[in-house]
C-alpha cells in the first residue's frame, strides 16, 4: 500500500518561501516519477512540477517556473518543492503524487497514487 504525506504548508507573506516534503512508503521510491499538484477553491487541480525516478529531469508549469523548484532524495523516500517568490495566486492546497512510471507526468489521470494535500495560503 503506498502512501504519501505531504508537510510544509502554512501561512506566508507575498514574496515568502516555503518548502514542502513529501514522505513516500510502501513501494521502491526510487524507481518512479513525481509530482506535485494544486487546486484553488472552485478550480480543478492543476499540475506544478515533476521530476524523473533519478530526478535527472524536471518540469513546470508555466506560472511557476523561475520560482518553484523540485527535488528528491531516493535515500529518503522523499520529495520536495522548494517555493519563492511566492504570489497570492499560489494559495491552494498541494498535493504529492506518485506515478507507475520512472517519467515525469504533467496531468492529473498520470498519477496513481496521492497524498492528502498540505494548504498553502499566501496573504497580499
Known amino acids: 500500500q503506498v502512501r504519501l504525506v505531504e508537510s510544509g504548508g502554512g501561512l506566508v507573506q507575498a514574496g515568502g518561501s516555503l518548502r514542502l516534503s513529501c514522505a513516500a512508503s510502501?513501494?521502491?521510491?526510487?524507481?518512479?516519477?513525481m509530482g506535485w499538484f494544486r487546486q484553488a477553491p472552485g478550480k480543478e487541480r492543476e499540475f506544478v512540477a515533476t521530476?524523473?525516478?533519478?530526478?535527472?529531469?524536471?518540469r513546470y508549469a508555466d506560472s511557476v517556473k523561475g520560482r518553484f523548484t523540485i527535488s528528491r532524495n531516493n535515500a529518503k523516500n522523499t520529495v520536495y518543492l522548494q517555493m519563492n517568490s511566492l504570489k497570492p495566486e499560489d494559495t491552494a492546497v498541494y498535493y504529492c503524487?506518485?506515478?507507475?512510471?520512472?517519467?515525469?507526468?504533467?496531468?492529473?489521470?498520470?498519477?496513481?497514487?496521492w497524498g492528502q494535500g498540505t494548504q498553502v495560503t499566501v496573504s497580499s
Open positions: 503524487a506518485q506515478r507507475a512510471s520512472p517519467w515525469g507526468g504533467v496531468v492529473v489521470t498520470d498519477y496513481d497514487y
Open positions: 510502501g513501494r521502491t521510491f526510487s524507481a518512479y516519477a
Open positions: 521530476i524523473t525516478f533519478s530526478g535527472g529531469s524536471t
